[in-house]
């Protein structure tokens, strides 16, 4: 069993040993249920469980009927964590040079499960960009219909993808601001699309078990954008819910690729607590 870390303030460092020692050989972890989550979900907004096998989001449903039909499992209580599809950084750097090796582990640590090489332009019919270094017009090239990817541009500055969408919602020219959700799906969607990935935008059964598991924090769904309607917080709306980004940004207590367990502060708060 692992437990949730403590109060949100408590915002610890990541260091070698917290992420990639632990699962050097690159194996997949044993089934493994969370349980009290709220996953990002269009296809099943109200499941408070995700059962995680073979690599794969296996099941997600109810808690109880998760601790039913997936007992057996390894449990990871996540009690009012949210559960979304993991950052891309689909321009790690500012040319066509790959992305610093020494960075992958404070990736993985801020959110991140891709990083792609090569700066901010129109790759494979997807307009990239580093909302925090550069100016856009969203709104505009959304309603022409142009894919957006998000990144950082290597800059360290923009190392924090939540300030990616911060840039493009609530901090870019009023007239020009999207919906944190159109700025969430560029910033993760966006840059699988440019990697030639299809991804639904939302976690669902049957996809790879690549996720990020975030500390418990406000969620919203209301956009600052003048120009973007908010969206009903009603579950059968199936509007999934995010961090309410105005309160700072949420902690990453979990990264998973493929179900290999890449970022973890959740088993060092287990151990804390079983020595405590």
């Known amino acids: 069993m692992s437990f949730l870390p403590g109060e949100r303030e408590r915002l610890g460092t990541v260091s070698q040993n917290d992420t990639f020692e632990n699962t050097a050989a690159g194996q997949v972890a044993p089934p493994t249920l969370y349980t009290g989550i709220v996953l990002y979900s ?20 109810p808690e109880d009927t998760g601790r039913l039909l997936h007992g057996d499992a390894l449990t990871v209580d996540a009690t009012g964590c949210l559960v979304t599809p993991g950052f891309v950084d689909a ?7 790959a992305p610093d090796p020494a960075d992958e582990t404070g990736a993985a640590a801020r959110g991140i499960v891709l990083r792609l090489p090569g700066p901010t332009e129109v790759r494979d019919g997807v307009r990239v960009i580093a909302p925090v270094t550069e100016t856009a017009d969203y709104l505009d090239l959304l309603a022409e219909g142009t894919p957006l990817a998000f990144g950082s541009g290597g ?3 923009a190392a924090d993808p939540w300030d990616w969408v911060r840039a493009a919602a609530r901090t870019s020219a009023a007239e020009q601001r999207i919906s944190d959700r159109a700025a969430f799906l560029a910033a993760t969607r966006g840059g699988q699309r440019v990697a030639g990935n299809r991804h639904p ?4 059964t049957g996809l790879p078990a690549t996720f990020v598991l975030w500390e418990p924090w406000d969620l919203t769904v209301q956009s600052k954008a003048e120009r973007v309607d908010s969206w009903s917080t009603d579950p059968r709306s199936r509007t999934p819910l995010l961090p309410d980004l105005d309160q700072g940004t949420p902690r990453v207590l979990r990264t998973v690729v493929e179900g290999r367990i890449l970022h973890d502060l959740l088993e060092d708060e ?3 607590q079983a020595e405590a």
């Open 155 to 157: 800059a360290p500055e």
């Open 201 to 204: 935008g939302s976690l669902q």
């Open 91 to 97: 321009a790690a750097t500012a040319d066509d040079g």
């Open 270 to 272: 287990s151990r804390g």
């Open 42 to 61: 269009a296809k099943d907004p109200e499941a408070s469980a995700m059962l995680v096998a073979d690599g794969l989001i296996a099941w997600t449903g």
